[in-house]
C-alpha cells in the first residue's frame, strides 16, 4: 500500500485546514477493508504523536485528547482517502502531519511504531 498525503499550508490560529492521504496500490480494494489508517504528527525536536485513528472497515475512531473537539477523522470508501478536518487550529498544532496504515483486524493502537506503511509528511504551520 503506499499513501500519499497532502493539504497542508499555512493558516492563523483559529483557522481551518483539511488533510487527505489517498491510498494506492494492487489489489487495494479486499485489502483496504481490514486496514487501520491513522494521522501523526512531528514538531521540531519532538517525537512523533499520535492524532487519530479510523478504522477502514466500520468507520471507529480514536482521537488523542489534544485534538478531540477540534479534528474530524474520516474515509471515503470509493476513492481510497482518508481525510483529516482540522478545524479552530492553535499555534501548538504546528508540525509535519503524516499518515499511517496497518493490515490488521486489532483497533486501538495509537503508537507510531505499530503502522508498518507511513506517507510523506505534509507541513501544517499555524500562525498565532
Known amino acids: 500500500v503506499q499513501l500519499q498525503a497532502s493539504g497542508g499550508g499555512v493558516v492563523q490560529a483559529g483557522g481551518s485546514l483539511r488533510l487527505s492521504c489517498a491510498a494506492s496500490?494492487?489489489?487495494?480494494?479486499?485489502?483496504?477493508?481490514?486496514?487501520?489508517m491513522g494521522w501523526f504528527r512531528q514538531a521540531p525536536g519532538k517525537a512523533r504523536e499520535f492524532v487519530a485513528v479510523i478504522q477502514w472497515s466500520g468507520g471507529s475512531t480514536i482521537y488523542a485528547d489534544s485534538v478531540k473537539g477540534r479534528f474530524t477523522i474520516s474515509k471515503d470508501y470509493a476513492k481510497n482517502t482518508m481525510y483529516l478536518q482540522m478545524n479552530n487550529l492553535e499555534h501548538e498544532d504546528t508540525a509535519a502531519y503524516y499518515c499511517?496504515?496497518?493490515?490488521?483486524?486489532?483497533?486501538?493502537?495509537?503508537?507510531?511504531?505499530?503502522?508498518?506503511?507511513w506517507g510523506q509528511g505534509t507541513q501544517v504551520t499555524v500562525s498565532s
Open positions: 496500490g494492487p489489489t487495494l480494494k479486499p485489502m483496504l477493508s481490514r486496514y487501520v
Open positions: 499511517a496504515a496497518k493490515d490488521t483486524l486489532v483497533f486501538g493502537v495509537t503508537s507510531p511504531s505499530w503502522y508498518n506503511y
